[in-house]
């Protein structure tokens, strides 16, 4: 039986059923060119049910779209598509390329401690809200940190920590 919390890394996130064949409509959420194509295994971690493992039978993307279509071994219909929305598909993070010096996975920065030059603890990192200029992180504490260099000026994976210097009025 695989170990699911090695399988870290979020490939894409089912959005619905395409058909009545049990093929998935799965939005991509890897920046790697050619990955969800590239599939053989994943791991699929539905809303409410444990994780499972399942063989990637088909991956075709949709012109124009970060969107895939997807056909997985033993989903057969479109009621059991349909009840893996929004489950989210995994891969190791092994598997994954190895990216560049101050880039992370997701995975790597959430549960983080958010920690001020001061020593203040800002709480977990568990959210990250992906907008067009960069990311926020969102600690437990709800507190927002945008993901820049002039905020974030260090990641230490580690100590499970990462060092943050607030703009001014930014927790205010």
């Known amino acids: 039986m695989p170990e699911f919390g ?19 409509k799965a939005v991509a959420r890897s920046d ?5 194509e590239a599939l053989d295994e994943v ?22 779209k970060p969107t895939y279509i997807l056909r997985l071994e033993g989903v057969t219909d479109r009621n059991q598509a349909q009840a893996l929305t929004d489950a989210e598909l995994t891969v190791k993070q ?15 920065i959430l549960g983080l401690r958010a920690v001020t030059e001061e020593g203040e603890a800002l709480g977990a990192v568990v959210e990250i809200l992906r907008t067009g200029a ?20 260090r990641v230490d994976l580690s ?14």
Do not use: W
């Not at 870290?8 to 009545?20: D, I, L, Q």
């Not at 092994?94 to 996975?105: D, F, N, V």
């Open 6 to 24: 090695s399988y870290s890394v979020v490939v894409a996130r089912v959005s619905g059923p395409h058909g009545v064949n049990g093929e998935l």
């Open 32 to 36: 790697v060119p050619g990955r969800i």
């Open 43 to 64: 791991c699929v971690h539905p809303r409410d049910e444990e994780p499972f493992m399942s063989r990637v039978l088909a991956a075709r993307p949709v012109p124009h």
């Open 94 to 108: 092994a598997e994954s390329p190895q990216l560049p010096e101050g880039t992370y996975y997701a995975s790597q």
């Open 134 to 153: 960069n990311d926020v992180y969102v600690t437990d504490r709800k507190l927002l940190i945008p993901a820049t260099a002039e905020v974030v000026l």
């Open 159 to 172: 100590a499970g920590e990462m060092l943050i210097r607030p703009l001014p009025g930014m927790f205010d």
